[in-house]
């Protein structure tokens, strides 16, 4: 069964870095047909995609946070990151990373979340 | 974007009543429609595909139709676990995008 896992520091400082990291497991990031997606969720309110990268390593950003955003992969450690700069407090969220079904782009596999708070 | 607009953002409702969820998408997305159950504290779970798709291991009670722009989502007999928040996503085009969800609440 595919399990996938958030990690990363939970306190982030206004102007500074959000990083993040999905470790999988049960399943290789590099198989096709599969991309690897973050979404995040404010405490409260909807989700909102973040972007993606795909098994090939492609990535696609939304454009709201497309300035700001990085995802990488690392196939030896069956792992995908999330990079997000310039943070402030209205980047306060859950973030989930997810498995993308290629082609019809939706997410069958979730991690628990991660809580990040943004405040100095 | 593609806007997605749920109705209703809040509903009550019984114990083995039928309950009927809609999302209408901005512009036409042919089946591109994706439907999530939220439990609090939890990862949404993905309950839907391609609009009326349903995902292994989900009653079948549960069921999705619609195309172009208009969807439902639709519970047969509404069972207490179904008590949650519900989400339609849009996976048609970049950036995806999701309502801001349907709260089923117990009557």
């Known amino acids: 069964q595919l399990q996938l896992q958030e990690s990363g520091p939970g306190l982030v400082k206004p102007s500074e870095t959000l990083s993040l990291t999905c470790t999988v497991s049960g399943g290789a990031i590099s198989s096709s047909n599969y991309y690897w997606a973050w979404i995040r969720q404010p405490p409260g309110k909807g989700l909102e995609w973040i972007g993606y990268i795909s098994y090939r390593g492609s990535t696609y950003y939304n454009p709201s946070l497309k300035s700001r955003v990085t995802i990488s992969m690392d196939t030896s450690e069956n792992q995908f990151s999330l990079k997000l700069n310039s943070v402030s407090a209205a980047d306060t969220a859950m973030y989930y990373c997810?498995?993308?079904?290629?082609?019809?782009?939706?997410?069958?596999?979730w991690g628990q979340g991660t809580l990040v708070t943004v405040s100095s | 974007d593609i806007q997605m607009t749920q109705s209703p953002s809040s509903l009550s409702a019984s114990v083995g009543d039928r309950v009927t969820i809609t999302c209408r998408a901005s512009?036409?997305?042919?089946?591109?429609l994706n439907w999530y159950q939220q439990k609090p504290g939890k990862a949404p779970k993905l309950l839907i595909s391609a609009a009326s798709s349903l995902q292994s291991g989900v009653p079948s009670r549960f069921s999705g139709s619609g195309s172009g722009t208009d969807f439902t989502l639709t519970i047969s007999s509404l069972q207490p676990e179904d008590y949650a928040t519900y989400y339609c996503q849009q996976s048609h085009s970049i950036p995806y995008t999701f309502g801001l969800g349907t709260k089923l609440e117990i009557k």
């Open positions: 512009q036409s997305i042919s089946n591109y």
């Open positions: 997810a498995r993308e079904r290629g082609s019809r782009n939706y997410y069958d596999f």
